[in-house]
C-alpha cells in the first residue's frame, strides 16, 4: 500500500535562504512521485513530478527534488526563498494504474521579510 | 489547451439541504476524472473517481454521491447537506490509461463550500 508523510505542518524561512520540505514514502511498486503547491483559495499546481530515470528533478519556480530510493525520501528544495513562494505544499504518491494519487497533510511554508 | 472548470466558486447552505457542484474538462477526450475534499488541517481527502461515463467509484462512504453524465462533466451530490461536509471541494481531470504515462492530475479552483 501507498502513503506519505510530510514532516512538519508548517515550515518558516526568511526570504532569501533554502527551503526544504520533507516527504517520505511508503510504496510496494515502483512510485511515481508529485510536488504540488497550492496558493490560498486556489486548486493546486504541479510544481515538479518524478516517474523514472534521473532522480534530481527540476520543476517550476526554481524548485527541485531528489529520489532517493534507498531512504524512500522526496524532499523538495530551493536555493533561495522568495515572498512569492508563501504557500502550502503537497507530496504525492501515485496508487494503481488508475493514476490515483495519495497526498501527504501538506506543509504550511511561511516566508518572513 | 486543457481547461477546468468547477462552479459555484463559493457556496453556503444549509443544514439538511441540497447539494449540486459541477466540474466540466476541455480539450481533452476520455479523462479520469476525480473530486477530492480538502477540510482543515487535514489534507486532501479523495472522495470518487471516475474512468469513463456513468463509471463511478467510491473512495469513503459518506454522505455524497458523483455523477458522470457526459464524458467530460463530473457532478457531485448530497440529497440533505451535514456540517461535517463544510470543506473546498477540488475537482481534477488526468489522462486515461495512465500506467507508464506520468500520472499527474490536474486540479480546477475549487469550490469553497460552507453548510450553516
Known amino acids: 500500500a501507498q502513503s506519505v508523510t510530510q514532516l512538519g505542518s508548517h515550515v518558516s524561512v526568511s526570504e532569501g535562504a533554502l527551503v526544504l520540505l520533507r516527504c517520505n514514502y511508503s510504496?510496494?511498486?515502483?512510485?511515481?512521485l508529485f510536488w504540488y503547491v497550492q496558493y490560498p483559495n486556489q486548486g493546486l499546481q504541479l510544481l515538479l513530478k518524478?516517474?523514472?530515470?534521473?532522480?534530481l528533478v527540476k520543476g517550476i519556480n526554481g524548485f527541485e527534488a531528489e529520489f532517493k530510493k534507498s531512504e524512500t525520501s522526496f524532499h523538495l528544495t530551493k536555493p533561495s526563498a522568495h515572498m512569492s513562494d508563501a504557500a502550502e505544499y503537497f507530496c504525492a504518491v501515485s496508487k494503481g494504474s488508475q493514476g490515483n494519487l495519495i497526498f501527504g497533510k501538506g506543509t504550511k511554508l511561511s516566508v518572513k521579510p | 489547451s486543457q481547461t477546468i472548470h468547477q462552479w459555484p466558486a463559493t457556496l453556503v447552505q444549509p443544514v439538511g439541504s441540497p447539494l449540486s457542484l459541477e466540474c466540466t474538462v476541455e480539450?481533452?477526450?476520455?479523462?479520469?476524472l476525480y473530486w477530492y475534499r480538502q477540510a482543515a488541517g487535514r489534507g486532501l481527502q479523495l472522495l470518487f473517481y471516475s474512468v469513463g461515463i456513468g463509471q463511478i467509484s467510491s473512495e469513503v462512504p459518506q454522505n455524497l454521491s458523483a455523477s458522470r453524465p457526459q464524458d467530460r462533466q463530473f457532478i457531485l451530490s448530497s440529497k440533505k447537506l451535514l456540517l461535517s461536509d463544510s470543506g473546498f471541494y477540488l475537482c481534477?481531470?488526468?489522462?486515461?490509461?495512465?500506467?507508464?504515462?506520468?500520472?499527474?492530475?490536474?486540479f480546477g479552483p475549487g469550490t469553497r463550500l460552507t453548510v450553516l
Open positions: 480539450g481533452t477526450s476520455n479523462p479520469n
Open positions: 481534477a481531470w488526468s489522462v486515461e490509461g495512465l500506467a507508464g504515462v506520468g500520472g499527474e492530475q490536474f
Open positions: 510504496s510496494s511498486v515502483p512510485p511515481y
Open positions: 518524478y516517474t523514472t530515470g534521473a532522480t
